[in-house]
């Protein structure tokens, strides 16, 4: 596996959070957090592990296109009919952005049941398929999903299926925050072991070494880049 130097993954965190602060995304997206790794200080980071707080989109507030305010009648048309057409994939408009997908429709991406999926389509416009990076999307914030995820992967007996807990939020509601960047290039954010940080939710020592050893194996068994995205 090939990571990245501790500089050059900080450098990406922060293109990815100017990304997302300066262009149209294909949902809302409130939150960038660093987690794991390069929170730690570790040099250099095998994976860059990154978490989106993402809104569900309920409503399209996308605006119109240049054509379709000169009365293109092709753009004026459902951009869900114009994209199934187009590109074979459903739901632009409803679960991902109308302009966004006009804007970049190389970055639209889809499920496995042909719908556009806003994790696939984020990974896809802020991320190169050959980075080690993996890239966690969901409509809840990243401390709340730290705990629902771990009562999921209790109940399921599945440990692969945690957060770790230990992440710096670079990102939120519009801004930046410099000392997040400040402490990760330093290398001065003082956070535990992944075991000890699940005992700190409550795990006792036991499993709290099984999980993090289960983490561990999988994230060791990922390459390039990798996305996970759910609704809470």
Known sequence: MTGLARSDAVDRLARIVETVATERMPV????????????????????????????????????PTDASADGDE????????????????EGVGKSVRADWATEFPDYLRANANGHAAPERCLAAHLLTD??????EVCNSSFEDNVTQRLRGAQLREDYTQLLDPRGVCLWAEGTRSDEAFRKLRAGDLALPT?????????????????????????????????????VV
């Open 130 to 135: 050959d980075e080690p990076v993996h890239l």
């Open 74 to 89: 092709s753009d004026e048309r459902d951009p869900n009919a114009r994209f199934r057409e187009s590109h074979g994939i």
């Open 194 to 230: 992944l075991s000890a940080a699940l005992e700190m939710l409550g795990l006792d020592d036991d499993e709290a070494e099984t999980a993090a050893r289960e983490l561990h194996a999988w994230r060791d068994r990922q390459d390039g880049v990798t996305v996970r995205g759910d």
């Open 28 to 63: 809302p997206v409130r939150e960038v957090w660093a987690v794991g790794d390069v929170a730690l200080g570790l040099d250099p980071v095998e994976r860059l592990d990154v978490y989106v707080t993402k809104d569900v989109l309920l409503r399209d507030d996308s605006e």
